[in-house]
């Protein structure tokens, strides 16, 4: 059985008031067009189909044509939604879908939603669980004092009866540590959406959304042949198939493609060419000016421009306009705005890691730390608050 692994497509995502719709229907296409060479039997979907929960009609429109040019091409889906989807919505008429082999995950009840394929010497087990929070599943049963992720994950895994003989895929939308993030992804404050590997461990092959650069998790990962040297779980974020930011722009997107025979796997990534690439070109005016600069850029490339000259350039947007099309952002970085941006810098630090600010904050102010119940109730406390 072949299969192809997507995630995060963020269908009607806006990049600094640009609209990358026309970006993401090439891309699709382009993944269509690898349908067709590979021919995978089916298409793994891992979570944030959209960009934002309430869609609009011209994104619904390029995911309806992407999902029915594939099932043409007899094409099975495995679909979940994300932490920006509407698993309402993307679950909306699954039934119906099933009888074309379109198979979307439902809102979580307390068991996982699976697809049996039988294309093998033994069954493939495919899970398709939609992204989870501990707060939205408190009205379960067994879940009522599950306040982290990772006995979150473990809790509802254990629910499932799995036969480790057979092929087991668990498709997911999560974030498990020791993966690399970038700018462009939604975390949770303080590390509470961490999930530790080994939760998965009864699966063969976890097929996970949410992170945006490609890379694999834990121990288990295929050699450049793309075989396994060690059985074990096989954990893998397949990546945006397009930039998203800026922190992005060392990415190599791709399909992640899934080779099953029995119980082994062979991982393989398909290079995704974007329609327009996206470039963060720092220097002198007169530097990036000149025609030998950064000659793999392309005029129509969507890039980010930081200038380092100690005096600001007059009509410098315009002017630089004129070489490249489609400047996303514009900044200066030099002695006069690195000076202002030091305790911009610190309070970002402060941001990112809110339990540390808090813990600092307390200590400096009643001479101890933090004891661990204290600690307990400020982590809860800001979990209620990022979760709404």
């Known amino acids: 059985m072949r299969l192809f692994h997507l995630s995060d497509l963020h269908i009607g995502k806006i990049v600094n008031s640009f609209s990358l719709i026309e970006d993401q229907q090439y891309i699709l296409n382009c993944i269509i067009n690898e349908v067709k060479v590979k021919k995978p039997d089916g298409i793994i979907i891992a979570g944030d189909l959209y960009d934002v929960p309430s869609p609009s009609v011209t994104a619904v429109t390029l995911l309806d044509s992407f999902i029915t040019e594939l099932t043409e091409l007899g094409v099975k889906l495995y679909i979940i939604s994300g932490n920006h989807d509407s698993e309402e919505r993307v679950a909306f008429g699954s039934a119906l879908m099933e009888n074309s082999g379109v198979y979307m995950a439902k809102p979580y009840k307390g068991s996982i939603y699976k697809v049996t394929e039988n294309s093998g010497d033994i069954p493939v087990n495919i899970y398709l669980l939609p992204y989870i929070k501990p707060r939205g599943l408190r009205s379960i049963e067994g879940f009522e004092d599950v306040d982290n992720y990772d006995r979150l994950m473990r ?17 997911s939308h999560q974030f498990v540590t020791g993966s690399i993030t970038c700018d462009s ?15 998965f461990d009864q699966f063969d092959y976890v097929a996970l959304g949410h992170i945006h650069g490609p890379q694999y998790v834990g121990k288990n990962r295929p050699g450049d042949d793309g075989l ?5 779980t096989v954990i893998r974020y397949c990546g945006t198939p397009l930039k998203y930011s800026f922190s992005e722009t060392k990415h190599k997107k791709s399909i992640t493609m899934l080779d099953i025979e029995g119980k082994y796997l062979k991982v393989e990534e398909i290079p995704l060419i974007p329609l327009h690439d996206m470039a963060e070109l720092r220097g002198t005016f007169e530097e990036i000016m000149s025609d030998d600069f950064r000659p793999e850029v392309k005029s129509d490339d969507y890039v980010k421009i930081i200038l380092t000259d100690e005096q600001e350039i007059p009509d410098a947007k315009r002017k630089l306009d004129t070489k490249y099309k489609q400047i996303m952002h514009t ?16 309070q970002e630090a402060k941001k990112e890691n809110p339990m540390e600010y808090i813990s600092a904050l307390y200590e400096a102010q009643n001479g101890l730390p933090l004891d661990e119940e204290q600690r307990k109730f400020c982590e809860d406390l800001l979990r209620e608050i990022t979760e709404g």
């Open 155 to 171: 809790n509802v895994i254990a629910r499932e009866n799995i036969n480790t003989e057979e092929m087991n895929i668990l498709v």
């Open 331 to 346: 900044s200066y970085d030099n002695s006069r705005t690195r000076a202002n941006n030091e305790i911009d810098e610190t």
């Open 228 to 232: 396994l040297k060690d059985k074990g």
């Open 185 to 199: 992804e939604e975390m949770s404050v303080g590390g509470l959406e961490n999930i530790d590997s080994d939760a």
